[in-house]
């Protein structure tokens, strides 16, 4: 029995050795970028990266994914180097990573299992750990043959499996059973936090979206003045944050944090995530934050474009906002206004612009808005609804058998709430 006086040693940390292909479409340049990113990935999730390789090819390898002599030219940097685990840059098929491991004689990964890893070290809510695990037995189904040893026949039994089941079937039954459990959790959740939404229907809602490390949690601190986890590493965030912003002269403003995105999310990844994801959906602005002094800011925001589009609901306002222009020159900055003349620029870390970039949110939602009482029937759910979700600040009265709602709307939306069935709209002066 150990101990409580006893000091448990730290496993020593895996020295990665990176791969990376370039094929006909891209460049060895661009890839070496690319693997900086996944050395940021693997530095995140513990290991020590002692070295990387970019293989240019027309096609890939369809057995080992960068060809057999090419694996056997990494196994022997790997031993010069002393690694003890390879990181690819793209998926790997399951007959792709066990020929490696037979070939290399330690463990391989790939992309989507690092990031994986990754987000179950961070995840720290029922919600996100859920999350991870559903897309942890994603990715594993259809690599048990390679996971698992035990696949010697089993005897069958009344009441338990059918005579000559392989172990390799028990698992895959039992990895089925256990997806089925948790979309049924993630689903009671996701209804759980539907009605926390409809609480706060009335409310604007302001959610930022981002490149993973754009700077997103710490631009939050500031909005709000609010705690949030603020680290200069990956996926430091992966749970839902909402957070109030004060405005100066009107109600208040709610800000979503969630995960952020990053090049090849898995897509079984971002299905996981689809009840956090919908926090985003449903806001009415949202903040695009940049990393303005990544080398790649503009492929990272094309990124987070293409992820965004995959949301089923999300919205069509967006700001800008270019994070981190302490990094950059006062000349670099001015050349970035001339490129993008309808964005923001502001250092969450010293807080230049932030002011300006509050002043732009409060006038999405409060700059030429107009007041209006609404009356509705009181028994009128659809129509009620439609208010809500066009009305700012609303505050309901009962008389009787109608509701009246009271708040303002902004000018571009003032059709759409005249043409909601069973509305009367009146407007305050």
């Not at 970019?54 to 369809?62: C, E, K, P, S």
């Not at 940097?77 to 990573?97: H, K």
């Not at 001015?334 to 620029?345: C, E, I, K, S, T």
């Amino acid at each position: 029995m150990k101990r409580a006086f006893e000091v448990t040693e730290r496993p020593r940390a895996e020295r990665a050795y990176l791969v990376g292909v370039s094929l006909p479409q891209g460049s060895v340049a661009q890839e070496r970028e690319h693997l900086e990113e996944l050395a940021q990935l693997a530095s995140t999730a513990g290991a020590v990266v002692v070295g990387s390789a970019v293989q240019a090819r027309t096609r890939i390898d369809g057995a080992t994914y960068i060809g057999a002599g090419k694996a056997r030219m990494i196994g022997e940097e790997c031993a010069r180097l002393g690694a003890n685990l390879v990181i690819f840059d793209d998926d790997l098929s399951p007959a792709q990573a066990n020929n490696l491991e037979k070939i290399l004689s330690f463990n391989v990964i790939d992309r989507t299992e690092l990031i994986l890893d990754i987000f179950a070290r961070h995840a720290k809510t029922q919600q996100s750990k859920i999350q991870v695990e559903l897309a942890q037995l994603q990715y594993a189904l259809p690599r048990l043959r390679r996971m698992w040893d035990h696949l010697s026949r089993q005897a069958g039994g009344i009441g338990t499996r059918g005579p000559g089941e392989t172990q390799l079937e028990v698992d895959r039954r039992r990895i089925h059973q256990r997806m089925g459990h948790l979309r049924r959790e993630l689903g009671r959740i996701g209804t759980r936090r539907e009605t926390l939404r409809r609480s706060r229907e009335g409310m604007p809602v302001v959610a930022l979206v981002g490149y993973t490390n754009a700077g997103k949690s710490s631009l939050m601190r500031r909005l709000t003045g609010a705690d949030a986890l603020v680290r200069d590493q990956l996926f430091a965030t992966l749970d839902t944050m909402t957070r109030r912003m004060v405005t100066r002269n009107h109600g208040d403003i709610l800000l979503v944090d969630t995960v952020g995105f990053i090049r090849k999310l898995p897509d079984h990844l971002v299905t996981s995530f689809k009840a956090t994801l919908e926090d985003t959906a449903q806001a009415d602005l949202y903040l695009h934050v940049v990393d303005l002094s990544h080398g790649s800011y503009e492929e990272q925001m094309a990124v987070t474009d293409s992820t965004m589009a995959t949301i089923d609901g999300t919205g069509t306002r967006t700001i800008h906002v270019f994070n981190k222009i302490d990094r950059l020159l006062p000349e670099q900055i001015d050349g970035l206004h001339d490129r993008h003349p309808d964005g923001v620029f502001v250092s969450a870390h010293d807080g230049t612009g932030v002011d300006v970039l509050r002043g732009h949110v409060e006038a999405q939602f409060y700059g030429g808005n107009v007041r209006v009482e609404i009356r509705v029937g009181a028994g009128d759910g659809r129509a009620l609804a439609s208010v809500r979700r066009l009305v700012h600040d609303a505050v309901v009265d009962y008389q009787e058998d109608v509701c009246v709602i009271g708040g303002s709307v902004e000018n571009r939306d003032m059709g759409r709430l005249e043409a909601v069935d069973g509305a009367s709209v009146r407007f305050l002066f």
